[in-house]
Structure formats: C-alpha cells, structure tokens
C-alpha cells in the first residue's frame, strides 16, 4: 500500500511443503485449487487493472494518475475524513500504481493466500482479507492526518495482504509453534515487508507504512480469535463469502455514484482550490461557492481556508456552510 509508488519488493524465499516431483517448482502444483477466495482476489485486481488501462489509455502502466485514481476509488485522506468517503477504504485495496506495483502485490498473494484459506477456509478468509485492507487503509488516513498534518492519495493491495501474511503467522504459530516452518516463514515475511518499507521511506519513496502495519495488526488479531480446527458448513461459507462481494460491490457502486453526482469527486485539494479561483477570475460566484464549500471539506481537517473564503465573500457575497 502506498501514495501512488510500488510498495512491495521482490519476495523473499516463501513456504511450501513440496509432495514428491514438486521439488524446484515455485508453489506445487494445484495451488490455487483449494483457494477459490485466494483465486478470485488475484482475478479481479488483475481485472480492475484491466480496466484501468483501458479507461486512462494506457498511461496507467506505470504509474496511475491521480485524478484517475480518485475516479477509481482511491483513498485520498481528506476526502476520507472530510467527506465520509468510507468506501474508498474497501476499494483503493484493487488499485495499482502500474504494472510492477500490480505484479509484487499478486506474487505475495499468491503464495501467502492459499496458506491461510486452506488451513481455515474461505468463509474466514473473504471477510479477514476485507477487514485488514478497511483497517490498514484507515490506520493510513489517521497517520496522515491528524500525525503528520498532511494528504496523501493511497492504493494498493498490500496493506490487506500484509494482514493475510499476519493471519498465516498466527495459524502458523498455533499449529505448528514458534519454531514451525510455516511460522517462521511468515515471520520473515512481516519482517522484510516493514524494514523494506522503513527503508524506501527513508530514501524518499512512498511507501504507505502506516497502511501495512494496520493490516497486519488487523489479520493478527482477527486470526488470533479463529476457533481452532473449526471450518463453517459450505452453507455458511456461500452466505459469508457471498455477503463479502457484496460489500465490495457496494462499495464500487458508491464511488461510481459519487463519481456521476459530485464534480469534485476527482479534484484532489489543489484542484478544488484552482477551481475556486478560476471561478472567480470568470466571475461565476455560483461556481465559486460550491468551490468554496469543497475545498473547505477537505481543508478543515488540517487548517482553515480564512483567505478564500475572504476572497470568495468579498466578491459574491457570504456563502453559509453546508
């Protein structure tokens, strides 16, 4: 998860326990087979990037523009707060700032999936995998807000992937114990994610630290309170998974309705406040009003816009708050 730049690395060594002619081969063969959760997450990120790039013309491959990516449902932290922008918290998490970023997310998921899922079932790892992304994407907002008084637009899969590899830890620790393979694994995943992203952040990249370790903290405890050697029914498995996609469908309908009903849906702060000024330059205070308003959204979550909305007043008159 991060501000618009990769944010996960090449891997490091994963588990496997290899039956016999599986020796060299990346994961064994059949991997995804007792995973249909793990395999449609890996579909529709894929599917969404799709999307992307046929929608931005390709400019999306390497890196997705902003504008594009608050059209998309990114997490843009102000509007978040500002605006009750809560579904962007489920949606951002199949975003991806170009094909690399897209690839390093799908590599991990794709080896650290199917260990949970088949070690617990989908009807855990649907809701698991949807709760870490909200609980990373919002440890994000706050970190950006209120700690470091700033914004950031964030995207990304790995901050809900960093919550499966916390999952797998747990089970793993459970299982096997501290010593276990699977535990140990796991472990130098969380490990290499965190110091990677400390890291990249120090050199200056984006990083979204903020959203890996809330994912993370968010699969850890949800693990940790999984009854031992219990699966649900596959009756209760089809409801759990079933009410899952329809939260993210749900959550996609109501950016694209933003999208359709709001025009500052897609304006980041400097274009609301470009807006705002152009408005007034072209002496429509109907425009600037309505500039005034949502750039005032986003603006009191860090520090009052007094000067604009001054401008604003002193050449149209008062504008009243929302």
Request: aromatic share 6%; glycine share 10%.
């Amino acid at each position: 998860m991060h501000s618009l730049v990769p944010d996960v690395a090449p891997s490091p060594p994963s588990p496997r326990s290899a039956p016999s002619g599986d020796e060299g081969r990346f994961v064994p063969r059949g991997w995804l087979e007792q995973a249909p959760v793990t395999r449609a997450l890996l579909t529709m990120n894929v599917a969404v990037f799709v999307v992307q790039l046929v929608l931005t013309a390709g400019r999306s491959l390497m890196h997705l523009p902003t504008r594009e990516a608050l059209a998309f449902g990114a997490s843009y932290s102000l509007a978040t707060l500002g605006e009750q922008r809560w579904e962007t918290l489920v949606t951002a998490c199949f975003l991806h700032d170009g094909v690399l970023h897209l690839g390093f997310n799908m590599l991990v998921l794709w080896q650290a999936g199917p260990l949970v899922e088949r070690n617990v079932g989908s009807a855990r790892m649907a809701p698991m995998y949807i709760v870490a992304g909200i609980a990373g994407n919002l440890l994000s907002v706050i970190s950006t807000t209120w700690l470091q008084r700033t914004a950031q637009v964030t995207v990304g899969a790995s901050g809900a992937i960093s919550g499966v590899l916390a999952a797998a830890f747990v089970v793993g620790w459970r299982v096997q114990g501290w010593k276990g393979p699977l535990t140990q694994a796991m472990l130098r995943w969380l490990v290499f994610v965190i110091v990677f992203g400390i890291l990249s952040r120090v050199t200056g990249s984006n990083i979204d630290n903020a959203a890996h370790m809330g994912g993370a903290l968010a699969g850890g405890i949800i693990a940790a309170m999984w009854r031992r050697g219990y699966r649900y029914p596959e009756s209760v498995t089809r409801v759990v998974v079933g009410a899952s996609g329809l939260v993210l469908a749900a959550c996609i309908g109501i950016v694209g309705l933003r999208d359709q009903t709001d025009p500052f849906a897609t304006m980041d702060l400097k274009d609301r406040d470009s807006f705002t000024t152009r408005a007034l330059m072209d002496g429509s205070c109907r425009k600037a009003h309505d500039g005034l308003l949502a750039v005032e959204r986003l603006r009191r979550m860090l520090a009052p816009v007094a000067r604009l909305r001054e401008r604003v007043e002193s050449e149209c008159g008062h504008v009243g708050d929302e």
